[in-house]
């Protein structure tokens, strides 16, 4: 059975970092391409940042491009997200996600809560202002 448990977050003021972890198992992990998303108090889960099988390609929303950076680890079968210069509107509970079936490509990132079937519990994030 697939498990993704999300570390790191916390509060931090405007302007400052925090970097949250992924660590999944249950299967095969450099097969499948992971995602992050967000949901703020009564607003839709929103896509974040989303990361190859490889790791080779990425894809963020524009309000976190230049911001926050995803990456992977295959051989810890680990994703981060890393959160630098965080706004009061970062603010949310944070997710990782990833995908039931392989990913045959080593680029194809997927930007929509359909595109993914598996969740993790979730961290939340709070950034004052």
């Known amino acids: 059975q697939v498990q993704l448990v999300e570390s790191g977050g916390g509060l931090v003021q405007a302007g400052g970092s925090l970097r949250l972890s992924c660590a999944a198992s249950?299967?095969?992990?450099?097969?499948?391409?992971m995602g992050w998303f967000r949901q703020a108090p009564g607003k839709e889960r929103d896509f974040v940042a989303g990361?190859?099988?490889?790791?080779?390609?990425?894809y963020y929303v524009d309000s976190v491009k230049g911001r926050f950076t995803i990456s992977r680890d295959n051989a810890k079968n680990t994703v981060y997200l890393q959160m630098n210069s965080l706004k009061p509107e970062d603010t949310a509970v944070y997710y990782c996600?990833?995908?039931?079936?392989?990913?045959?490509?080593?680029?194809?990132?997927?930007?929509?809560?359909?595109?993914?079937?598996?969740w993790g519990q979730g961290t939340q994030v709070t950034v004052s202002s």
């Open positions: 996600a990833t995908r039931s079936r392989p990913t045959a490509s080593l680029r194809s990132t997927y930007t929509s809560t359909s595109d993914y079937d598996y």
């Open positions: 990361v190859s099988r490889s790791g080779v390609s990425a």
């Open positions: 249950g299967r095969t992990f450099n097969t499948y391409a």
